[in-house]
């Protein structure tokens, strides 16, 4: 799965879901295939996340650009809903294939629920 940065401009719904999260500015945003959107710090670390309905979903992964949505695997996405995520050491400590590519290389440091970061989407 890759990570792919979003644009700039969100629609609203989104990036209103982003603002009412924590973030850090070495941080980023990702939408894992779990349906759970995370904020990470820089070193790694699940600051903050939301579990998204379908639609949520849906509506996220359309704010990526043109060109990385045709690399979305679309089929792979439908019905996804994080809010069928529910054991918190998951919500914090996702595994790694659910972890954003770019922080793969990173080592995962402890449990984090602190502080603008970049946005990413794991593309199927």
Same mark, same amino acid.
């Given at each position: *799965?890759?990570?792919?940065?979003?644009?700039?401009?969100?629609?609203?719904?989104?990036? /209103?879901?982003?603002?009412? *999260?924590?973030?850090?500015?070495?941080?980023?945003?990702?939408? /894992?295939?779990?349906?759970? #959107?995370?904020?990470?710090?820089?070193?790694?670390?699940?600051?903050?996340?939301?579990? #998204?309905?379908?639609?949520?979903? *849906? /509506?996220?992964?359309?704010? /990526?650009? =043109?060109?990385?949505?045709?690399?979305?695997?679309?089929?792979?996405?439908?019905?996804?809903?994080?809010? =069928?995520?529910?054991?918190?050491?998951?919500?914090?400590?996702?595994?790694? !294939?659910?972890?954003? !590519?770019?922080? =793969?290389? #990173?080592?995962?440091?402890?449990?984090?629920?602190?502080?603008?970061?970049?946005?990413?989407? =794991?593309?199927?």
């Amino acid at each position: *799965m890759a990570s792919i940065e979003t644009p700039k401009t969100l629609p609203p719904e989104i990036a /209103a879901l982003q603002r009412s *999260m924590k973030s850090h500015p070495d941080g980023l945003f990702h939408l /894992a295939h779990d349906g759970v #959107l995370r904020s990470y710090d820089g070193n790694s670390c699940v600051i903050d996340y939301r579990r #998204l309905t379908p639609e949520q979903v *849906m /509506a996220y992964l359309k704010t /990526a650009p =043109a060109e990385a949505q045709d690399q979305i695997r679309w089929e792979e996405w439908e019905g996804v809903d994080g809010r =069928a995520v529910h054991d918190e050491k998951l919500l914090w400590h996702p595994v790694e !294939a659910m972890r954003p !590519a770019i922080l =793969a290389e #990173l080592p995962v440091h402890g449990q984090g629920q602190g502080g603008e970061g970049q946005s990413s989407l =794991a593309s199927g």
